[in-house]
């Protein structure tokens, strides 16, 4: 059966720290991976997607990227934080059926 | 461009009763539908969608949801809530336009249930 993992859990940074959100996905191959964010209230962003390795579409423009150096890796980045990246980040992948598979999350607070 | 719209912040619903979590959509051609619950701090969990076939979809933990069409809505129900149905509840769609990757979600539902 599939899984997918994310970590950190939980991730506290100050303001101008960079930041590496990973996410793997098992038990699956080439699947479209995607990065959403929550903010507090409770809609969902997208952020990037990925149909396969080194292929990343944004869907905002921001201080975020992503990247994807392995089939089943996906993985969020700063280079410096903002206070308005604070948030929970969710890494879903895309099954056969057409249905997306969320992660646990990230909560990530930037102070 | 495809949207969705959950017009009621929260639901509130005594246990036992009916629930029902509305959902109304747009998209170019026929859709594809789906229904999230989240759990705070957690990530979504998938309870059912609709693809073709038959109107009324059954899911997980005795959901069920109605495709209608010609309301466009997707109204996610169940016949006898449980207290550990309090949740946040997110309708999302994905139209089928080539190369369309995307889903669009709603902007969540509060359920409450009152013991």
């Known amino acids: 059966s599939q899984t997918i993992h994310q970590w950190p859990a939980t991730l506290v940074q100050p303001v101008g720290s960079p930041l590496s959100l990973e996410c793997t996905v098992e038990g699956t191959s080439n699947p479209n991976l995607y990065w959403y964010r929550q903010a507090a209230g409770r809609g969902l962003q997208l952020l990037f997607y990925?149909?396969?390795?080194?292929?990343i579409s944004s869907e905002v423009p921001q201080n975020l990227s992503a990247s994807r150096p392995q089939d089943r890796q996906f993985i969020l980045s700063s280079k410096k934080l903002l206070l308005s990246d604070s948030g929970f980040y969710l890494c879903?992948?895309?099954?056969?059926?057409?249905?997306?598979?969320f992660g646990p999350g990230t909560r990530l607070t930037v102070l | 461009a495809q949207s969705v719209a959950q017009p009621e912040d929260q639901v509130n619903v005594a246990e036992g009763n009916p629930l029902t979590v509305k959902c109304t959509y747009s998209v170019s051609g026929n859709p594809y539908l789906f229904w999230y619950v989240q759990y705070p701090n957690r990530g979504l969990q998938f309870l059912l969608k609709?693809?073709?076939?038959?109107?009324l979809v059954k899911g997980s933990y005795g959901f069920e949801a109605e495709f209608n069409k010609s309301q466009t809505s997707f109204h996610l129900k169940k016949p006898s809530a449980l207290v550990s149905d309090s949740a946040l509840y997110f309708c999302?769609?994905?139209?089928?336009?080539?190369?369309?990757?995307?889903?669009?979600f709603g902007k969540g539902n509060q359920v409450v249930v009152i013991p």
């Open positions: 879903a992948w895309r099954g056969r059926d057409d249905t997306q598979y």
């Open positions: 609709y693809i073709t076939g038959d109107n």
């Open positions: 999302a769609v994905r139209g089928l336009e080539n190369g369309n990757n995307r889903l669009a």
């Open positions: 990925s149909v396969g390795i080194g292929q």
